[in-house]
């Protein structure tokens, strides 16, 4: 398979390569892949790659824009492996734009990203991803994480009323559409390929500012995204977890957040954090247990034996994350969110997505019945005072 080249494009303009991935994409496809064929950006290229879908996509990609070129895998390596086949198929590219298949950019979307690449000197960009049927709902402006890697999106679920319109630094580009230096992203490596899904843009994000490149979102580029693997349109075909789409998304979660953590940090900070993550999940899990959600207590457990299984290839990432640190912890944890993004959660009911998953919020409602009981009142301030202390 011979290199695509876009150094000899005729525009002044630096050349971009769109890479979308895609695996047995649903009757969205069309419609992303023509939000791609609409862009004002002049010297715009797309690769998509195919991550061994069952139906070959490139008849249905070649009726919205023939001039896109399509890369079958063999295999489907999860989003993050199948992505970084990009690095050594395209040659004299200024920046990739990592896509999913049910992402649609505005049409000046690149255009912007692009210019606020050069005009901040970043090196990974995130624009506004928006509901795909409801582009007034906010589905992400950038995002944070606290030291345990919990995502933070801003605004998400809220009303676009350009509360969040500024371009700034933030610790997290979200995945769906991402503009990435294309140096940057081929010295560290690409995606981690141990992130099959759900992760793959936190630890990218954090390995990026590890080695001093700045993370910005540009709200001024709209991307429609319709979430169709977390909303359960279609089959999520990787991982070794269990359960129905919602808890297996969850497991993969709590994996590769740990995964992150456990890779970034360098060695002296992460002596001090993960006395703390072992001590958040123990409570998690023993309130988790105490209130009759073994599930949910199962998945904390899983994503510490997940990657004590997967130690030898972690203590190697880890090695490659740290060889090329140009920061401090203490210059990159300036964008992470202060104290625990669960545990505010929880203090303010808004555990909505394990509710969902796990019943969690029924079992709060349980434990605080249990709590006024007489019987189960001093069992429960036990539990609770441990946890406290652990934390603490």
């Not at 490139?58 to 023939?66: E, H, Q």
């Not at 200024?94 to 979307?109: R, T």
Request: charged letters at 25%; aromatic letters at 6%.
């Amino acid at each position: 398979m011979e290199a695509v080249d876009d150094s000899a494009a005729p525009t002044a303009v630096p050349p971009v390569v769109a890479v979308v991935v895609t695996a047995n994409a649903g009757p969205w496809l069309e419609e992303a892949i023509a939000a791609l064929a609409a862009q004002d950006y002049p010297n715009l290229s797309v690769l998509v790659i195919d991550a061994a879908s069952e139906v070959d996509p490139t008849p249905r990609i070649a009726a919205v824009l023939p001039s896109a070129y399509v890369r079958r895998l063999d295999a489907n390596p999860g989003y993050a492996g199948a992505a970084n086949d990009v690095i050594g198929v395209v040659e004299g590219a200024s920046h990739y734009v990592f896509l999913h298949d049910d992402a649609a950019p505005d049409p000046d979307a690149i255009r912007l990203m692009v210019e606020e690449a050069f005009r901040s000197n970043a090196g990974i960009v995130a624009p506004k991803l928006v509901e795909w049927d409801d582009p007034m709902q906010l589905l992400a402006v950038g995002a944070s994480a606290d030291k345990a890697g919990v995502v933070r999106p801003y605004g998400r679920h809220e009303l676009d009323q350009e509360q969040h319109d500024a371009v700034r630094d933030v610790f997290v580009a979200p995945g769906g559409c991402t503009l990435v230096r294309a140096d940057l992203f081929e010295s560290l490596g690409g995606f981690d390929a141990g992130i099959e899904l759900f992760g793959e843009d936190l630890d990218l994000s954090w390995r990026a500012q590890v080695v001093g490149a700045r993370v910005v979102v540009a709200p001024g580029a709209r991307v429609r995204h319709r979430e169709a693997g977390v909303r359960g349109e279609r089959e999520l075909e990787i991982g070794t977890t269990t359960g129905e789409l919602p808890e297996r998304v969850a497991r993969l979660q709590l994996r590769h957040r740990l995964r992150a953590v456990l890779k970034n940090y360098s060695p002296v900070h992460l002596l001090r954090v993960l006395p703390q993550l072992i001590a958040l999940t123990t409570g998690e899990a023993v309130m988790a247990l105490f209130s009759g959600q073994r599930r949910l207590a199962g998945a904390l457990t899983d994503a510490w034996r997940w990657n004590f299984r997967h130690r030898r290839e972690l203590r190697v990432a880890r090695r490659d994350a740290q060889r090329s640190r140009a920061l401090r912890d203490r210059e990159v944890r300036r964008l992470q969110a202060g104290g625990s993004v669960r545990l505010s959660a929880a203090l303010r009911g808004g555990f909505e997505a394990e509710e969902r998953t796990f019943g969690v919020g029924a079992a709060g409602r349980q434990l605080a019945g249990a709590v006024a009981s007489g019987g189960a009142r001093l069992t429960v301030t036990v539990w609770l005072g441990v946890c406290l202390l652990l934390m603490f």
